[in-house]
């Protein structure tokens, strides 16, 4: 498994929860990390990215309210989510950009019940 997720689950709204993603040696060059999500019947979106700089880029849907952190010595990725609502529920996909491809995790289930 190169991307590994971590961190979802089942929460009640206006709770919070932190995603995690850990890439393996073996992804190497990698430049952008984040986190992606599909809800129920939609296509996938992007929920918030992170340079290896640090500079970060989120939906509109979660500024405010989702706080995106990056570790490159541990070569992983958090998101810290707050105030959840029913409509961030979906499958949160995490993602590593290289000069040559792009590489998933296999996704963490978030359910935000009402």
């Known amino acids: 498994v190169q991307l590994q997720a971590s961190g979802g689950g089942l929460v009640q709204a206006g709770g919070s929860l932190r995603l995690s993603c850990v890439a393996s040696?073996?992804?190497?060059?990698?430049?952008?990390m984040g986190w992606y999500r599909q809800a129920p019947g939609k296509q996938r979106e992007l929920v918030a990215l992170?340079?290896?700089?640090?500079?970060?880029n989120y939906a509109d849907s979660a500024k405010g309210r989702f706080t995106i952190s990056r570790d490159n010595a541990k070569r992983m990725v958090h998101l810290n989510m707050n105030s959840l609502k029913p409509e961030d529920t979906g499958v949160y996909y995490c993602?590593?950009?290289?000069?040559?491809?792009?590489?998933w995790g296999q996704g963490t289930k978030v359910t935000v019940s009402s």
């Open positions: 992170i340079t290896g700089g640090g500079s970060t």
């Open positions: 993602i590593a950009r290289t000069f040559l491809r792009n590489y």
């Open positions: 040696e073996s992804v190497i060059g990698i430049s952008d």
